[in-house]
């Protein structure tokens, strides 16, 4: 069994900043990409950054500059630092993984609840 869950989100003013936290747990061998991806109401979920197992990132244009993506591969744990966050950037944030469980020979995608942020004008 394995379960990624994420944390972190809430609500802020224009400007203001949050960190998003999404922890894997469970029988896991080994974890790929992790990322974050986010679905504003009415609109398809996107993507908003992902990093490697050996921390190479990637970014929607939307972000770069404002959100930073991290992990700690010893806790199994992605993290978005969110600055400069605009109303547009309310949605809710989903965390995924790229997780080999210990009974498997292959990769799955797991994806979290998701986390709701939500941006004041």
């Known amino acids: 069994q394995v379960e990624v869950v994420e944390s972190g989100g809430g609500l802020v003013q224009a400007g203001g900043s949050l960190r998003l936290s999404c922890a894997a747990s469970?029988?896991?061998?080994?974890?790929?990409?992790m990322g974050w991806y986010r679905q504003a109401p009415g609109k398809q979920r996107e993507l908003v950054a992902t990093i490697t197992s050996g921390g190479s990132t990637n970014y929607a244009n939307s972000v770069k500059g404002r959100f930073t993506i991290s992990r700690d591969n010893a806790k199994n744990t992605v993290y978005l630092q969110m600055n400069s966050l605009k109303p547009e950037d309310t949605a809710v944030y989903y965390c995924?993984?790229?997780?080999?469980?210990?009974?498997?020979?292959?990769?799955?995608?797991?994806w979290g609840q998701g986390t709701q942020v939500t941006v004041s004008s």
């Open positions: 995924n993984a790229d997780i080999r469980r210990s009974d498997s020979t292959y990769m799955d995608r797991y």
């Open positions: 469970g029988s896991i061998f080994s974890i790929n990409a």
